[in-house]
């Protein structure tokens, strides 16, 4: 059975009713470029209160791990959660980068109970990366996955979930040295998948979906190679569903390496990353990833409630897909 039967038909519903959707929204004249044309309100998913949680993680500063703007962040992340009814979890830990002292660091995490077995996460890290002489505040890489996720919880807060769901904000994604490497980065998200092998829940996790810079006003996303088959098939199928697949494109898959990646070389198969790797011009990783220009001016609420609304329907998907395998294995 499915409890998000009637949500799903309500957002095709509002896809009828595209003429009530308020035009673009004002966030996207002082954000945006306007390259972007989706109405930053629809099926549900608000792309304007998310958008506010960007822009005040943004005006934090810079946010990377054991710094002031963390602690501020947590305590945001901590109170829009609970505010939307979801226990938190704080997980500290300390990381060694390959050079240089131990770093503290802290993943939050929102937890629900659903009706299955399954254990679906979804992701985002909330840090931002330490570049010198910049100051970095990360409003697509570090703001935009986690603003993305807390109005997720607000909208799974009114209703029933078919299966366990953890949102987990990551800390420590960004490597202290210039790129991601075997054991530099990831920090948050090797952490918590050593724990959860080590604690066995890792074999309730039935997806891992991430989702990184995804406010880019010229919003591109990748066909990550690295993510499963059958939950790039969801994507895929959830984008045309509600009339978004050319937001996915198909002419350069890349394999991307972030937050799923640590689950994956754990066993996790099922690890899905959303994500838009062509930041401030259509090649990857783009003019602006990673310099002081990821900033306001680049991001729209357009681009997250695009996204949002495909995550939400993306989370259809997955319930679906995982009955059709309950019903194939007891045949
Ligand atoms: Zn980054």
């Known amino acids: 059975m499915s409890h998000w039967g009637s949500v799903v038909a309500a957002s095709l519903l509002s896809l009828g009713c595209g003429a009530q959707d308020p035009p673009v929204q004002a966030h996207d004249a002082e954000g945006g470029s306007g390259r972007n044309p989706t109405p930053a309100v629809a099926g549900g998913f608000d792309g304007t209160r998310a958008f506010e949680d960007l822009v005040d993680q943004v005006r934090i500063g810079p946010r990377h791990p054991h710094s002031p703007g963390a602690e501020r962040t947590r305590e945001l992340i901590r109170q ?10 704080d997980q500290e830990f300390v990381a060694q ?3 240089g002292p131990a770093v503290a660091m802290t993943n939050v995490i929102g937890l629900r109970k659903g009706e299955r077995e399954e254990l679906v996460l979804l992701g985002a890290h909330y840090d931002t990366k330490q570049i010198p002489g910049v100051r970095f505040v990360g409003a697509n890489d570090g703001a935009s996955g986690t603003a993305l996720l807390l109005e997720v919880a607000r909208q799974l807060a009114a209703q029933p979930l078919p299966f366990d769901v953890w949102l987990v904000f990551f800390d420590g994604e960004e490597a202290f040295g210039k790129d991601i490497t075997r054991d530099d980065g990831l920090y948050g998200s090797r952490f918590l998948a050593s724990q959860m092998e080590a604690d066995g829940t890792l074999e309730r996790v039935a997806a891992m979906i991430v989702v990184d810079m995804v406010a ?6 990748a066909v990550d190679l690295n993510s499963s088959p059958a939950l790039r098939r969801v994507l895929r ?52 990833w990673h310099t002081s220009g990821d900033d306001l001016d680049k991001v729209s609420a357009g681009s997250l409630n695009s996204v949002g609304r495909l995550l939400v329907e993306t989370l259809h998907g997955v319930e679906r897909h995982l009955v059709e395998a309950e019903r194939a294995r007891d045949r």
Do not use: C, K
Request: no cysteine; net charge negative; charged share 25%.
């Open 237 to 288: 199928d959830s984008a045309e569903r509600i009339g978004m697949a050319s937001l996915i494109d198909a002419s350069a898959p890349l394999r991307v390496t972030d937050d799923h990646t640590p689950f994956l070389r754990r066993g996790v198969t099922e690890v899905l990353a959303v994500i838009d790797f062509q930041y401030g011009a259509r090649s990857s990783p783009g003019p602006v």
């Open 97 to 99: 980068p390959p050079t």
């Open 216 to 221: 880019d006003a010229d919003l591109n996303l």
């Open 80 to 89: 829009r959660l609970r505010q939307a009814g979801w226990p938190v979890r």
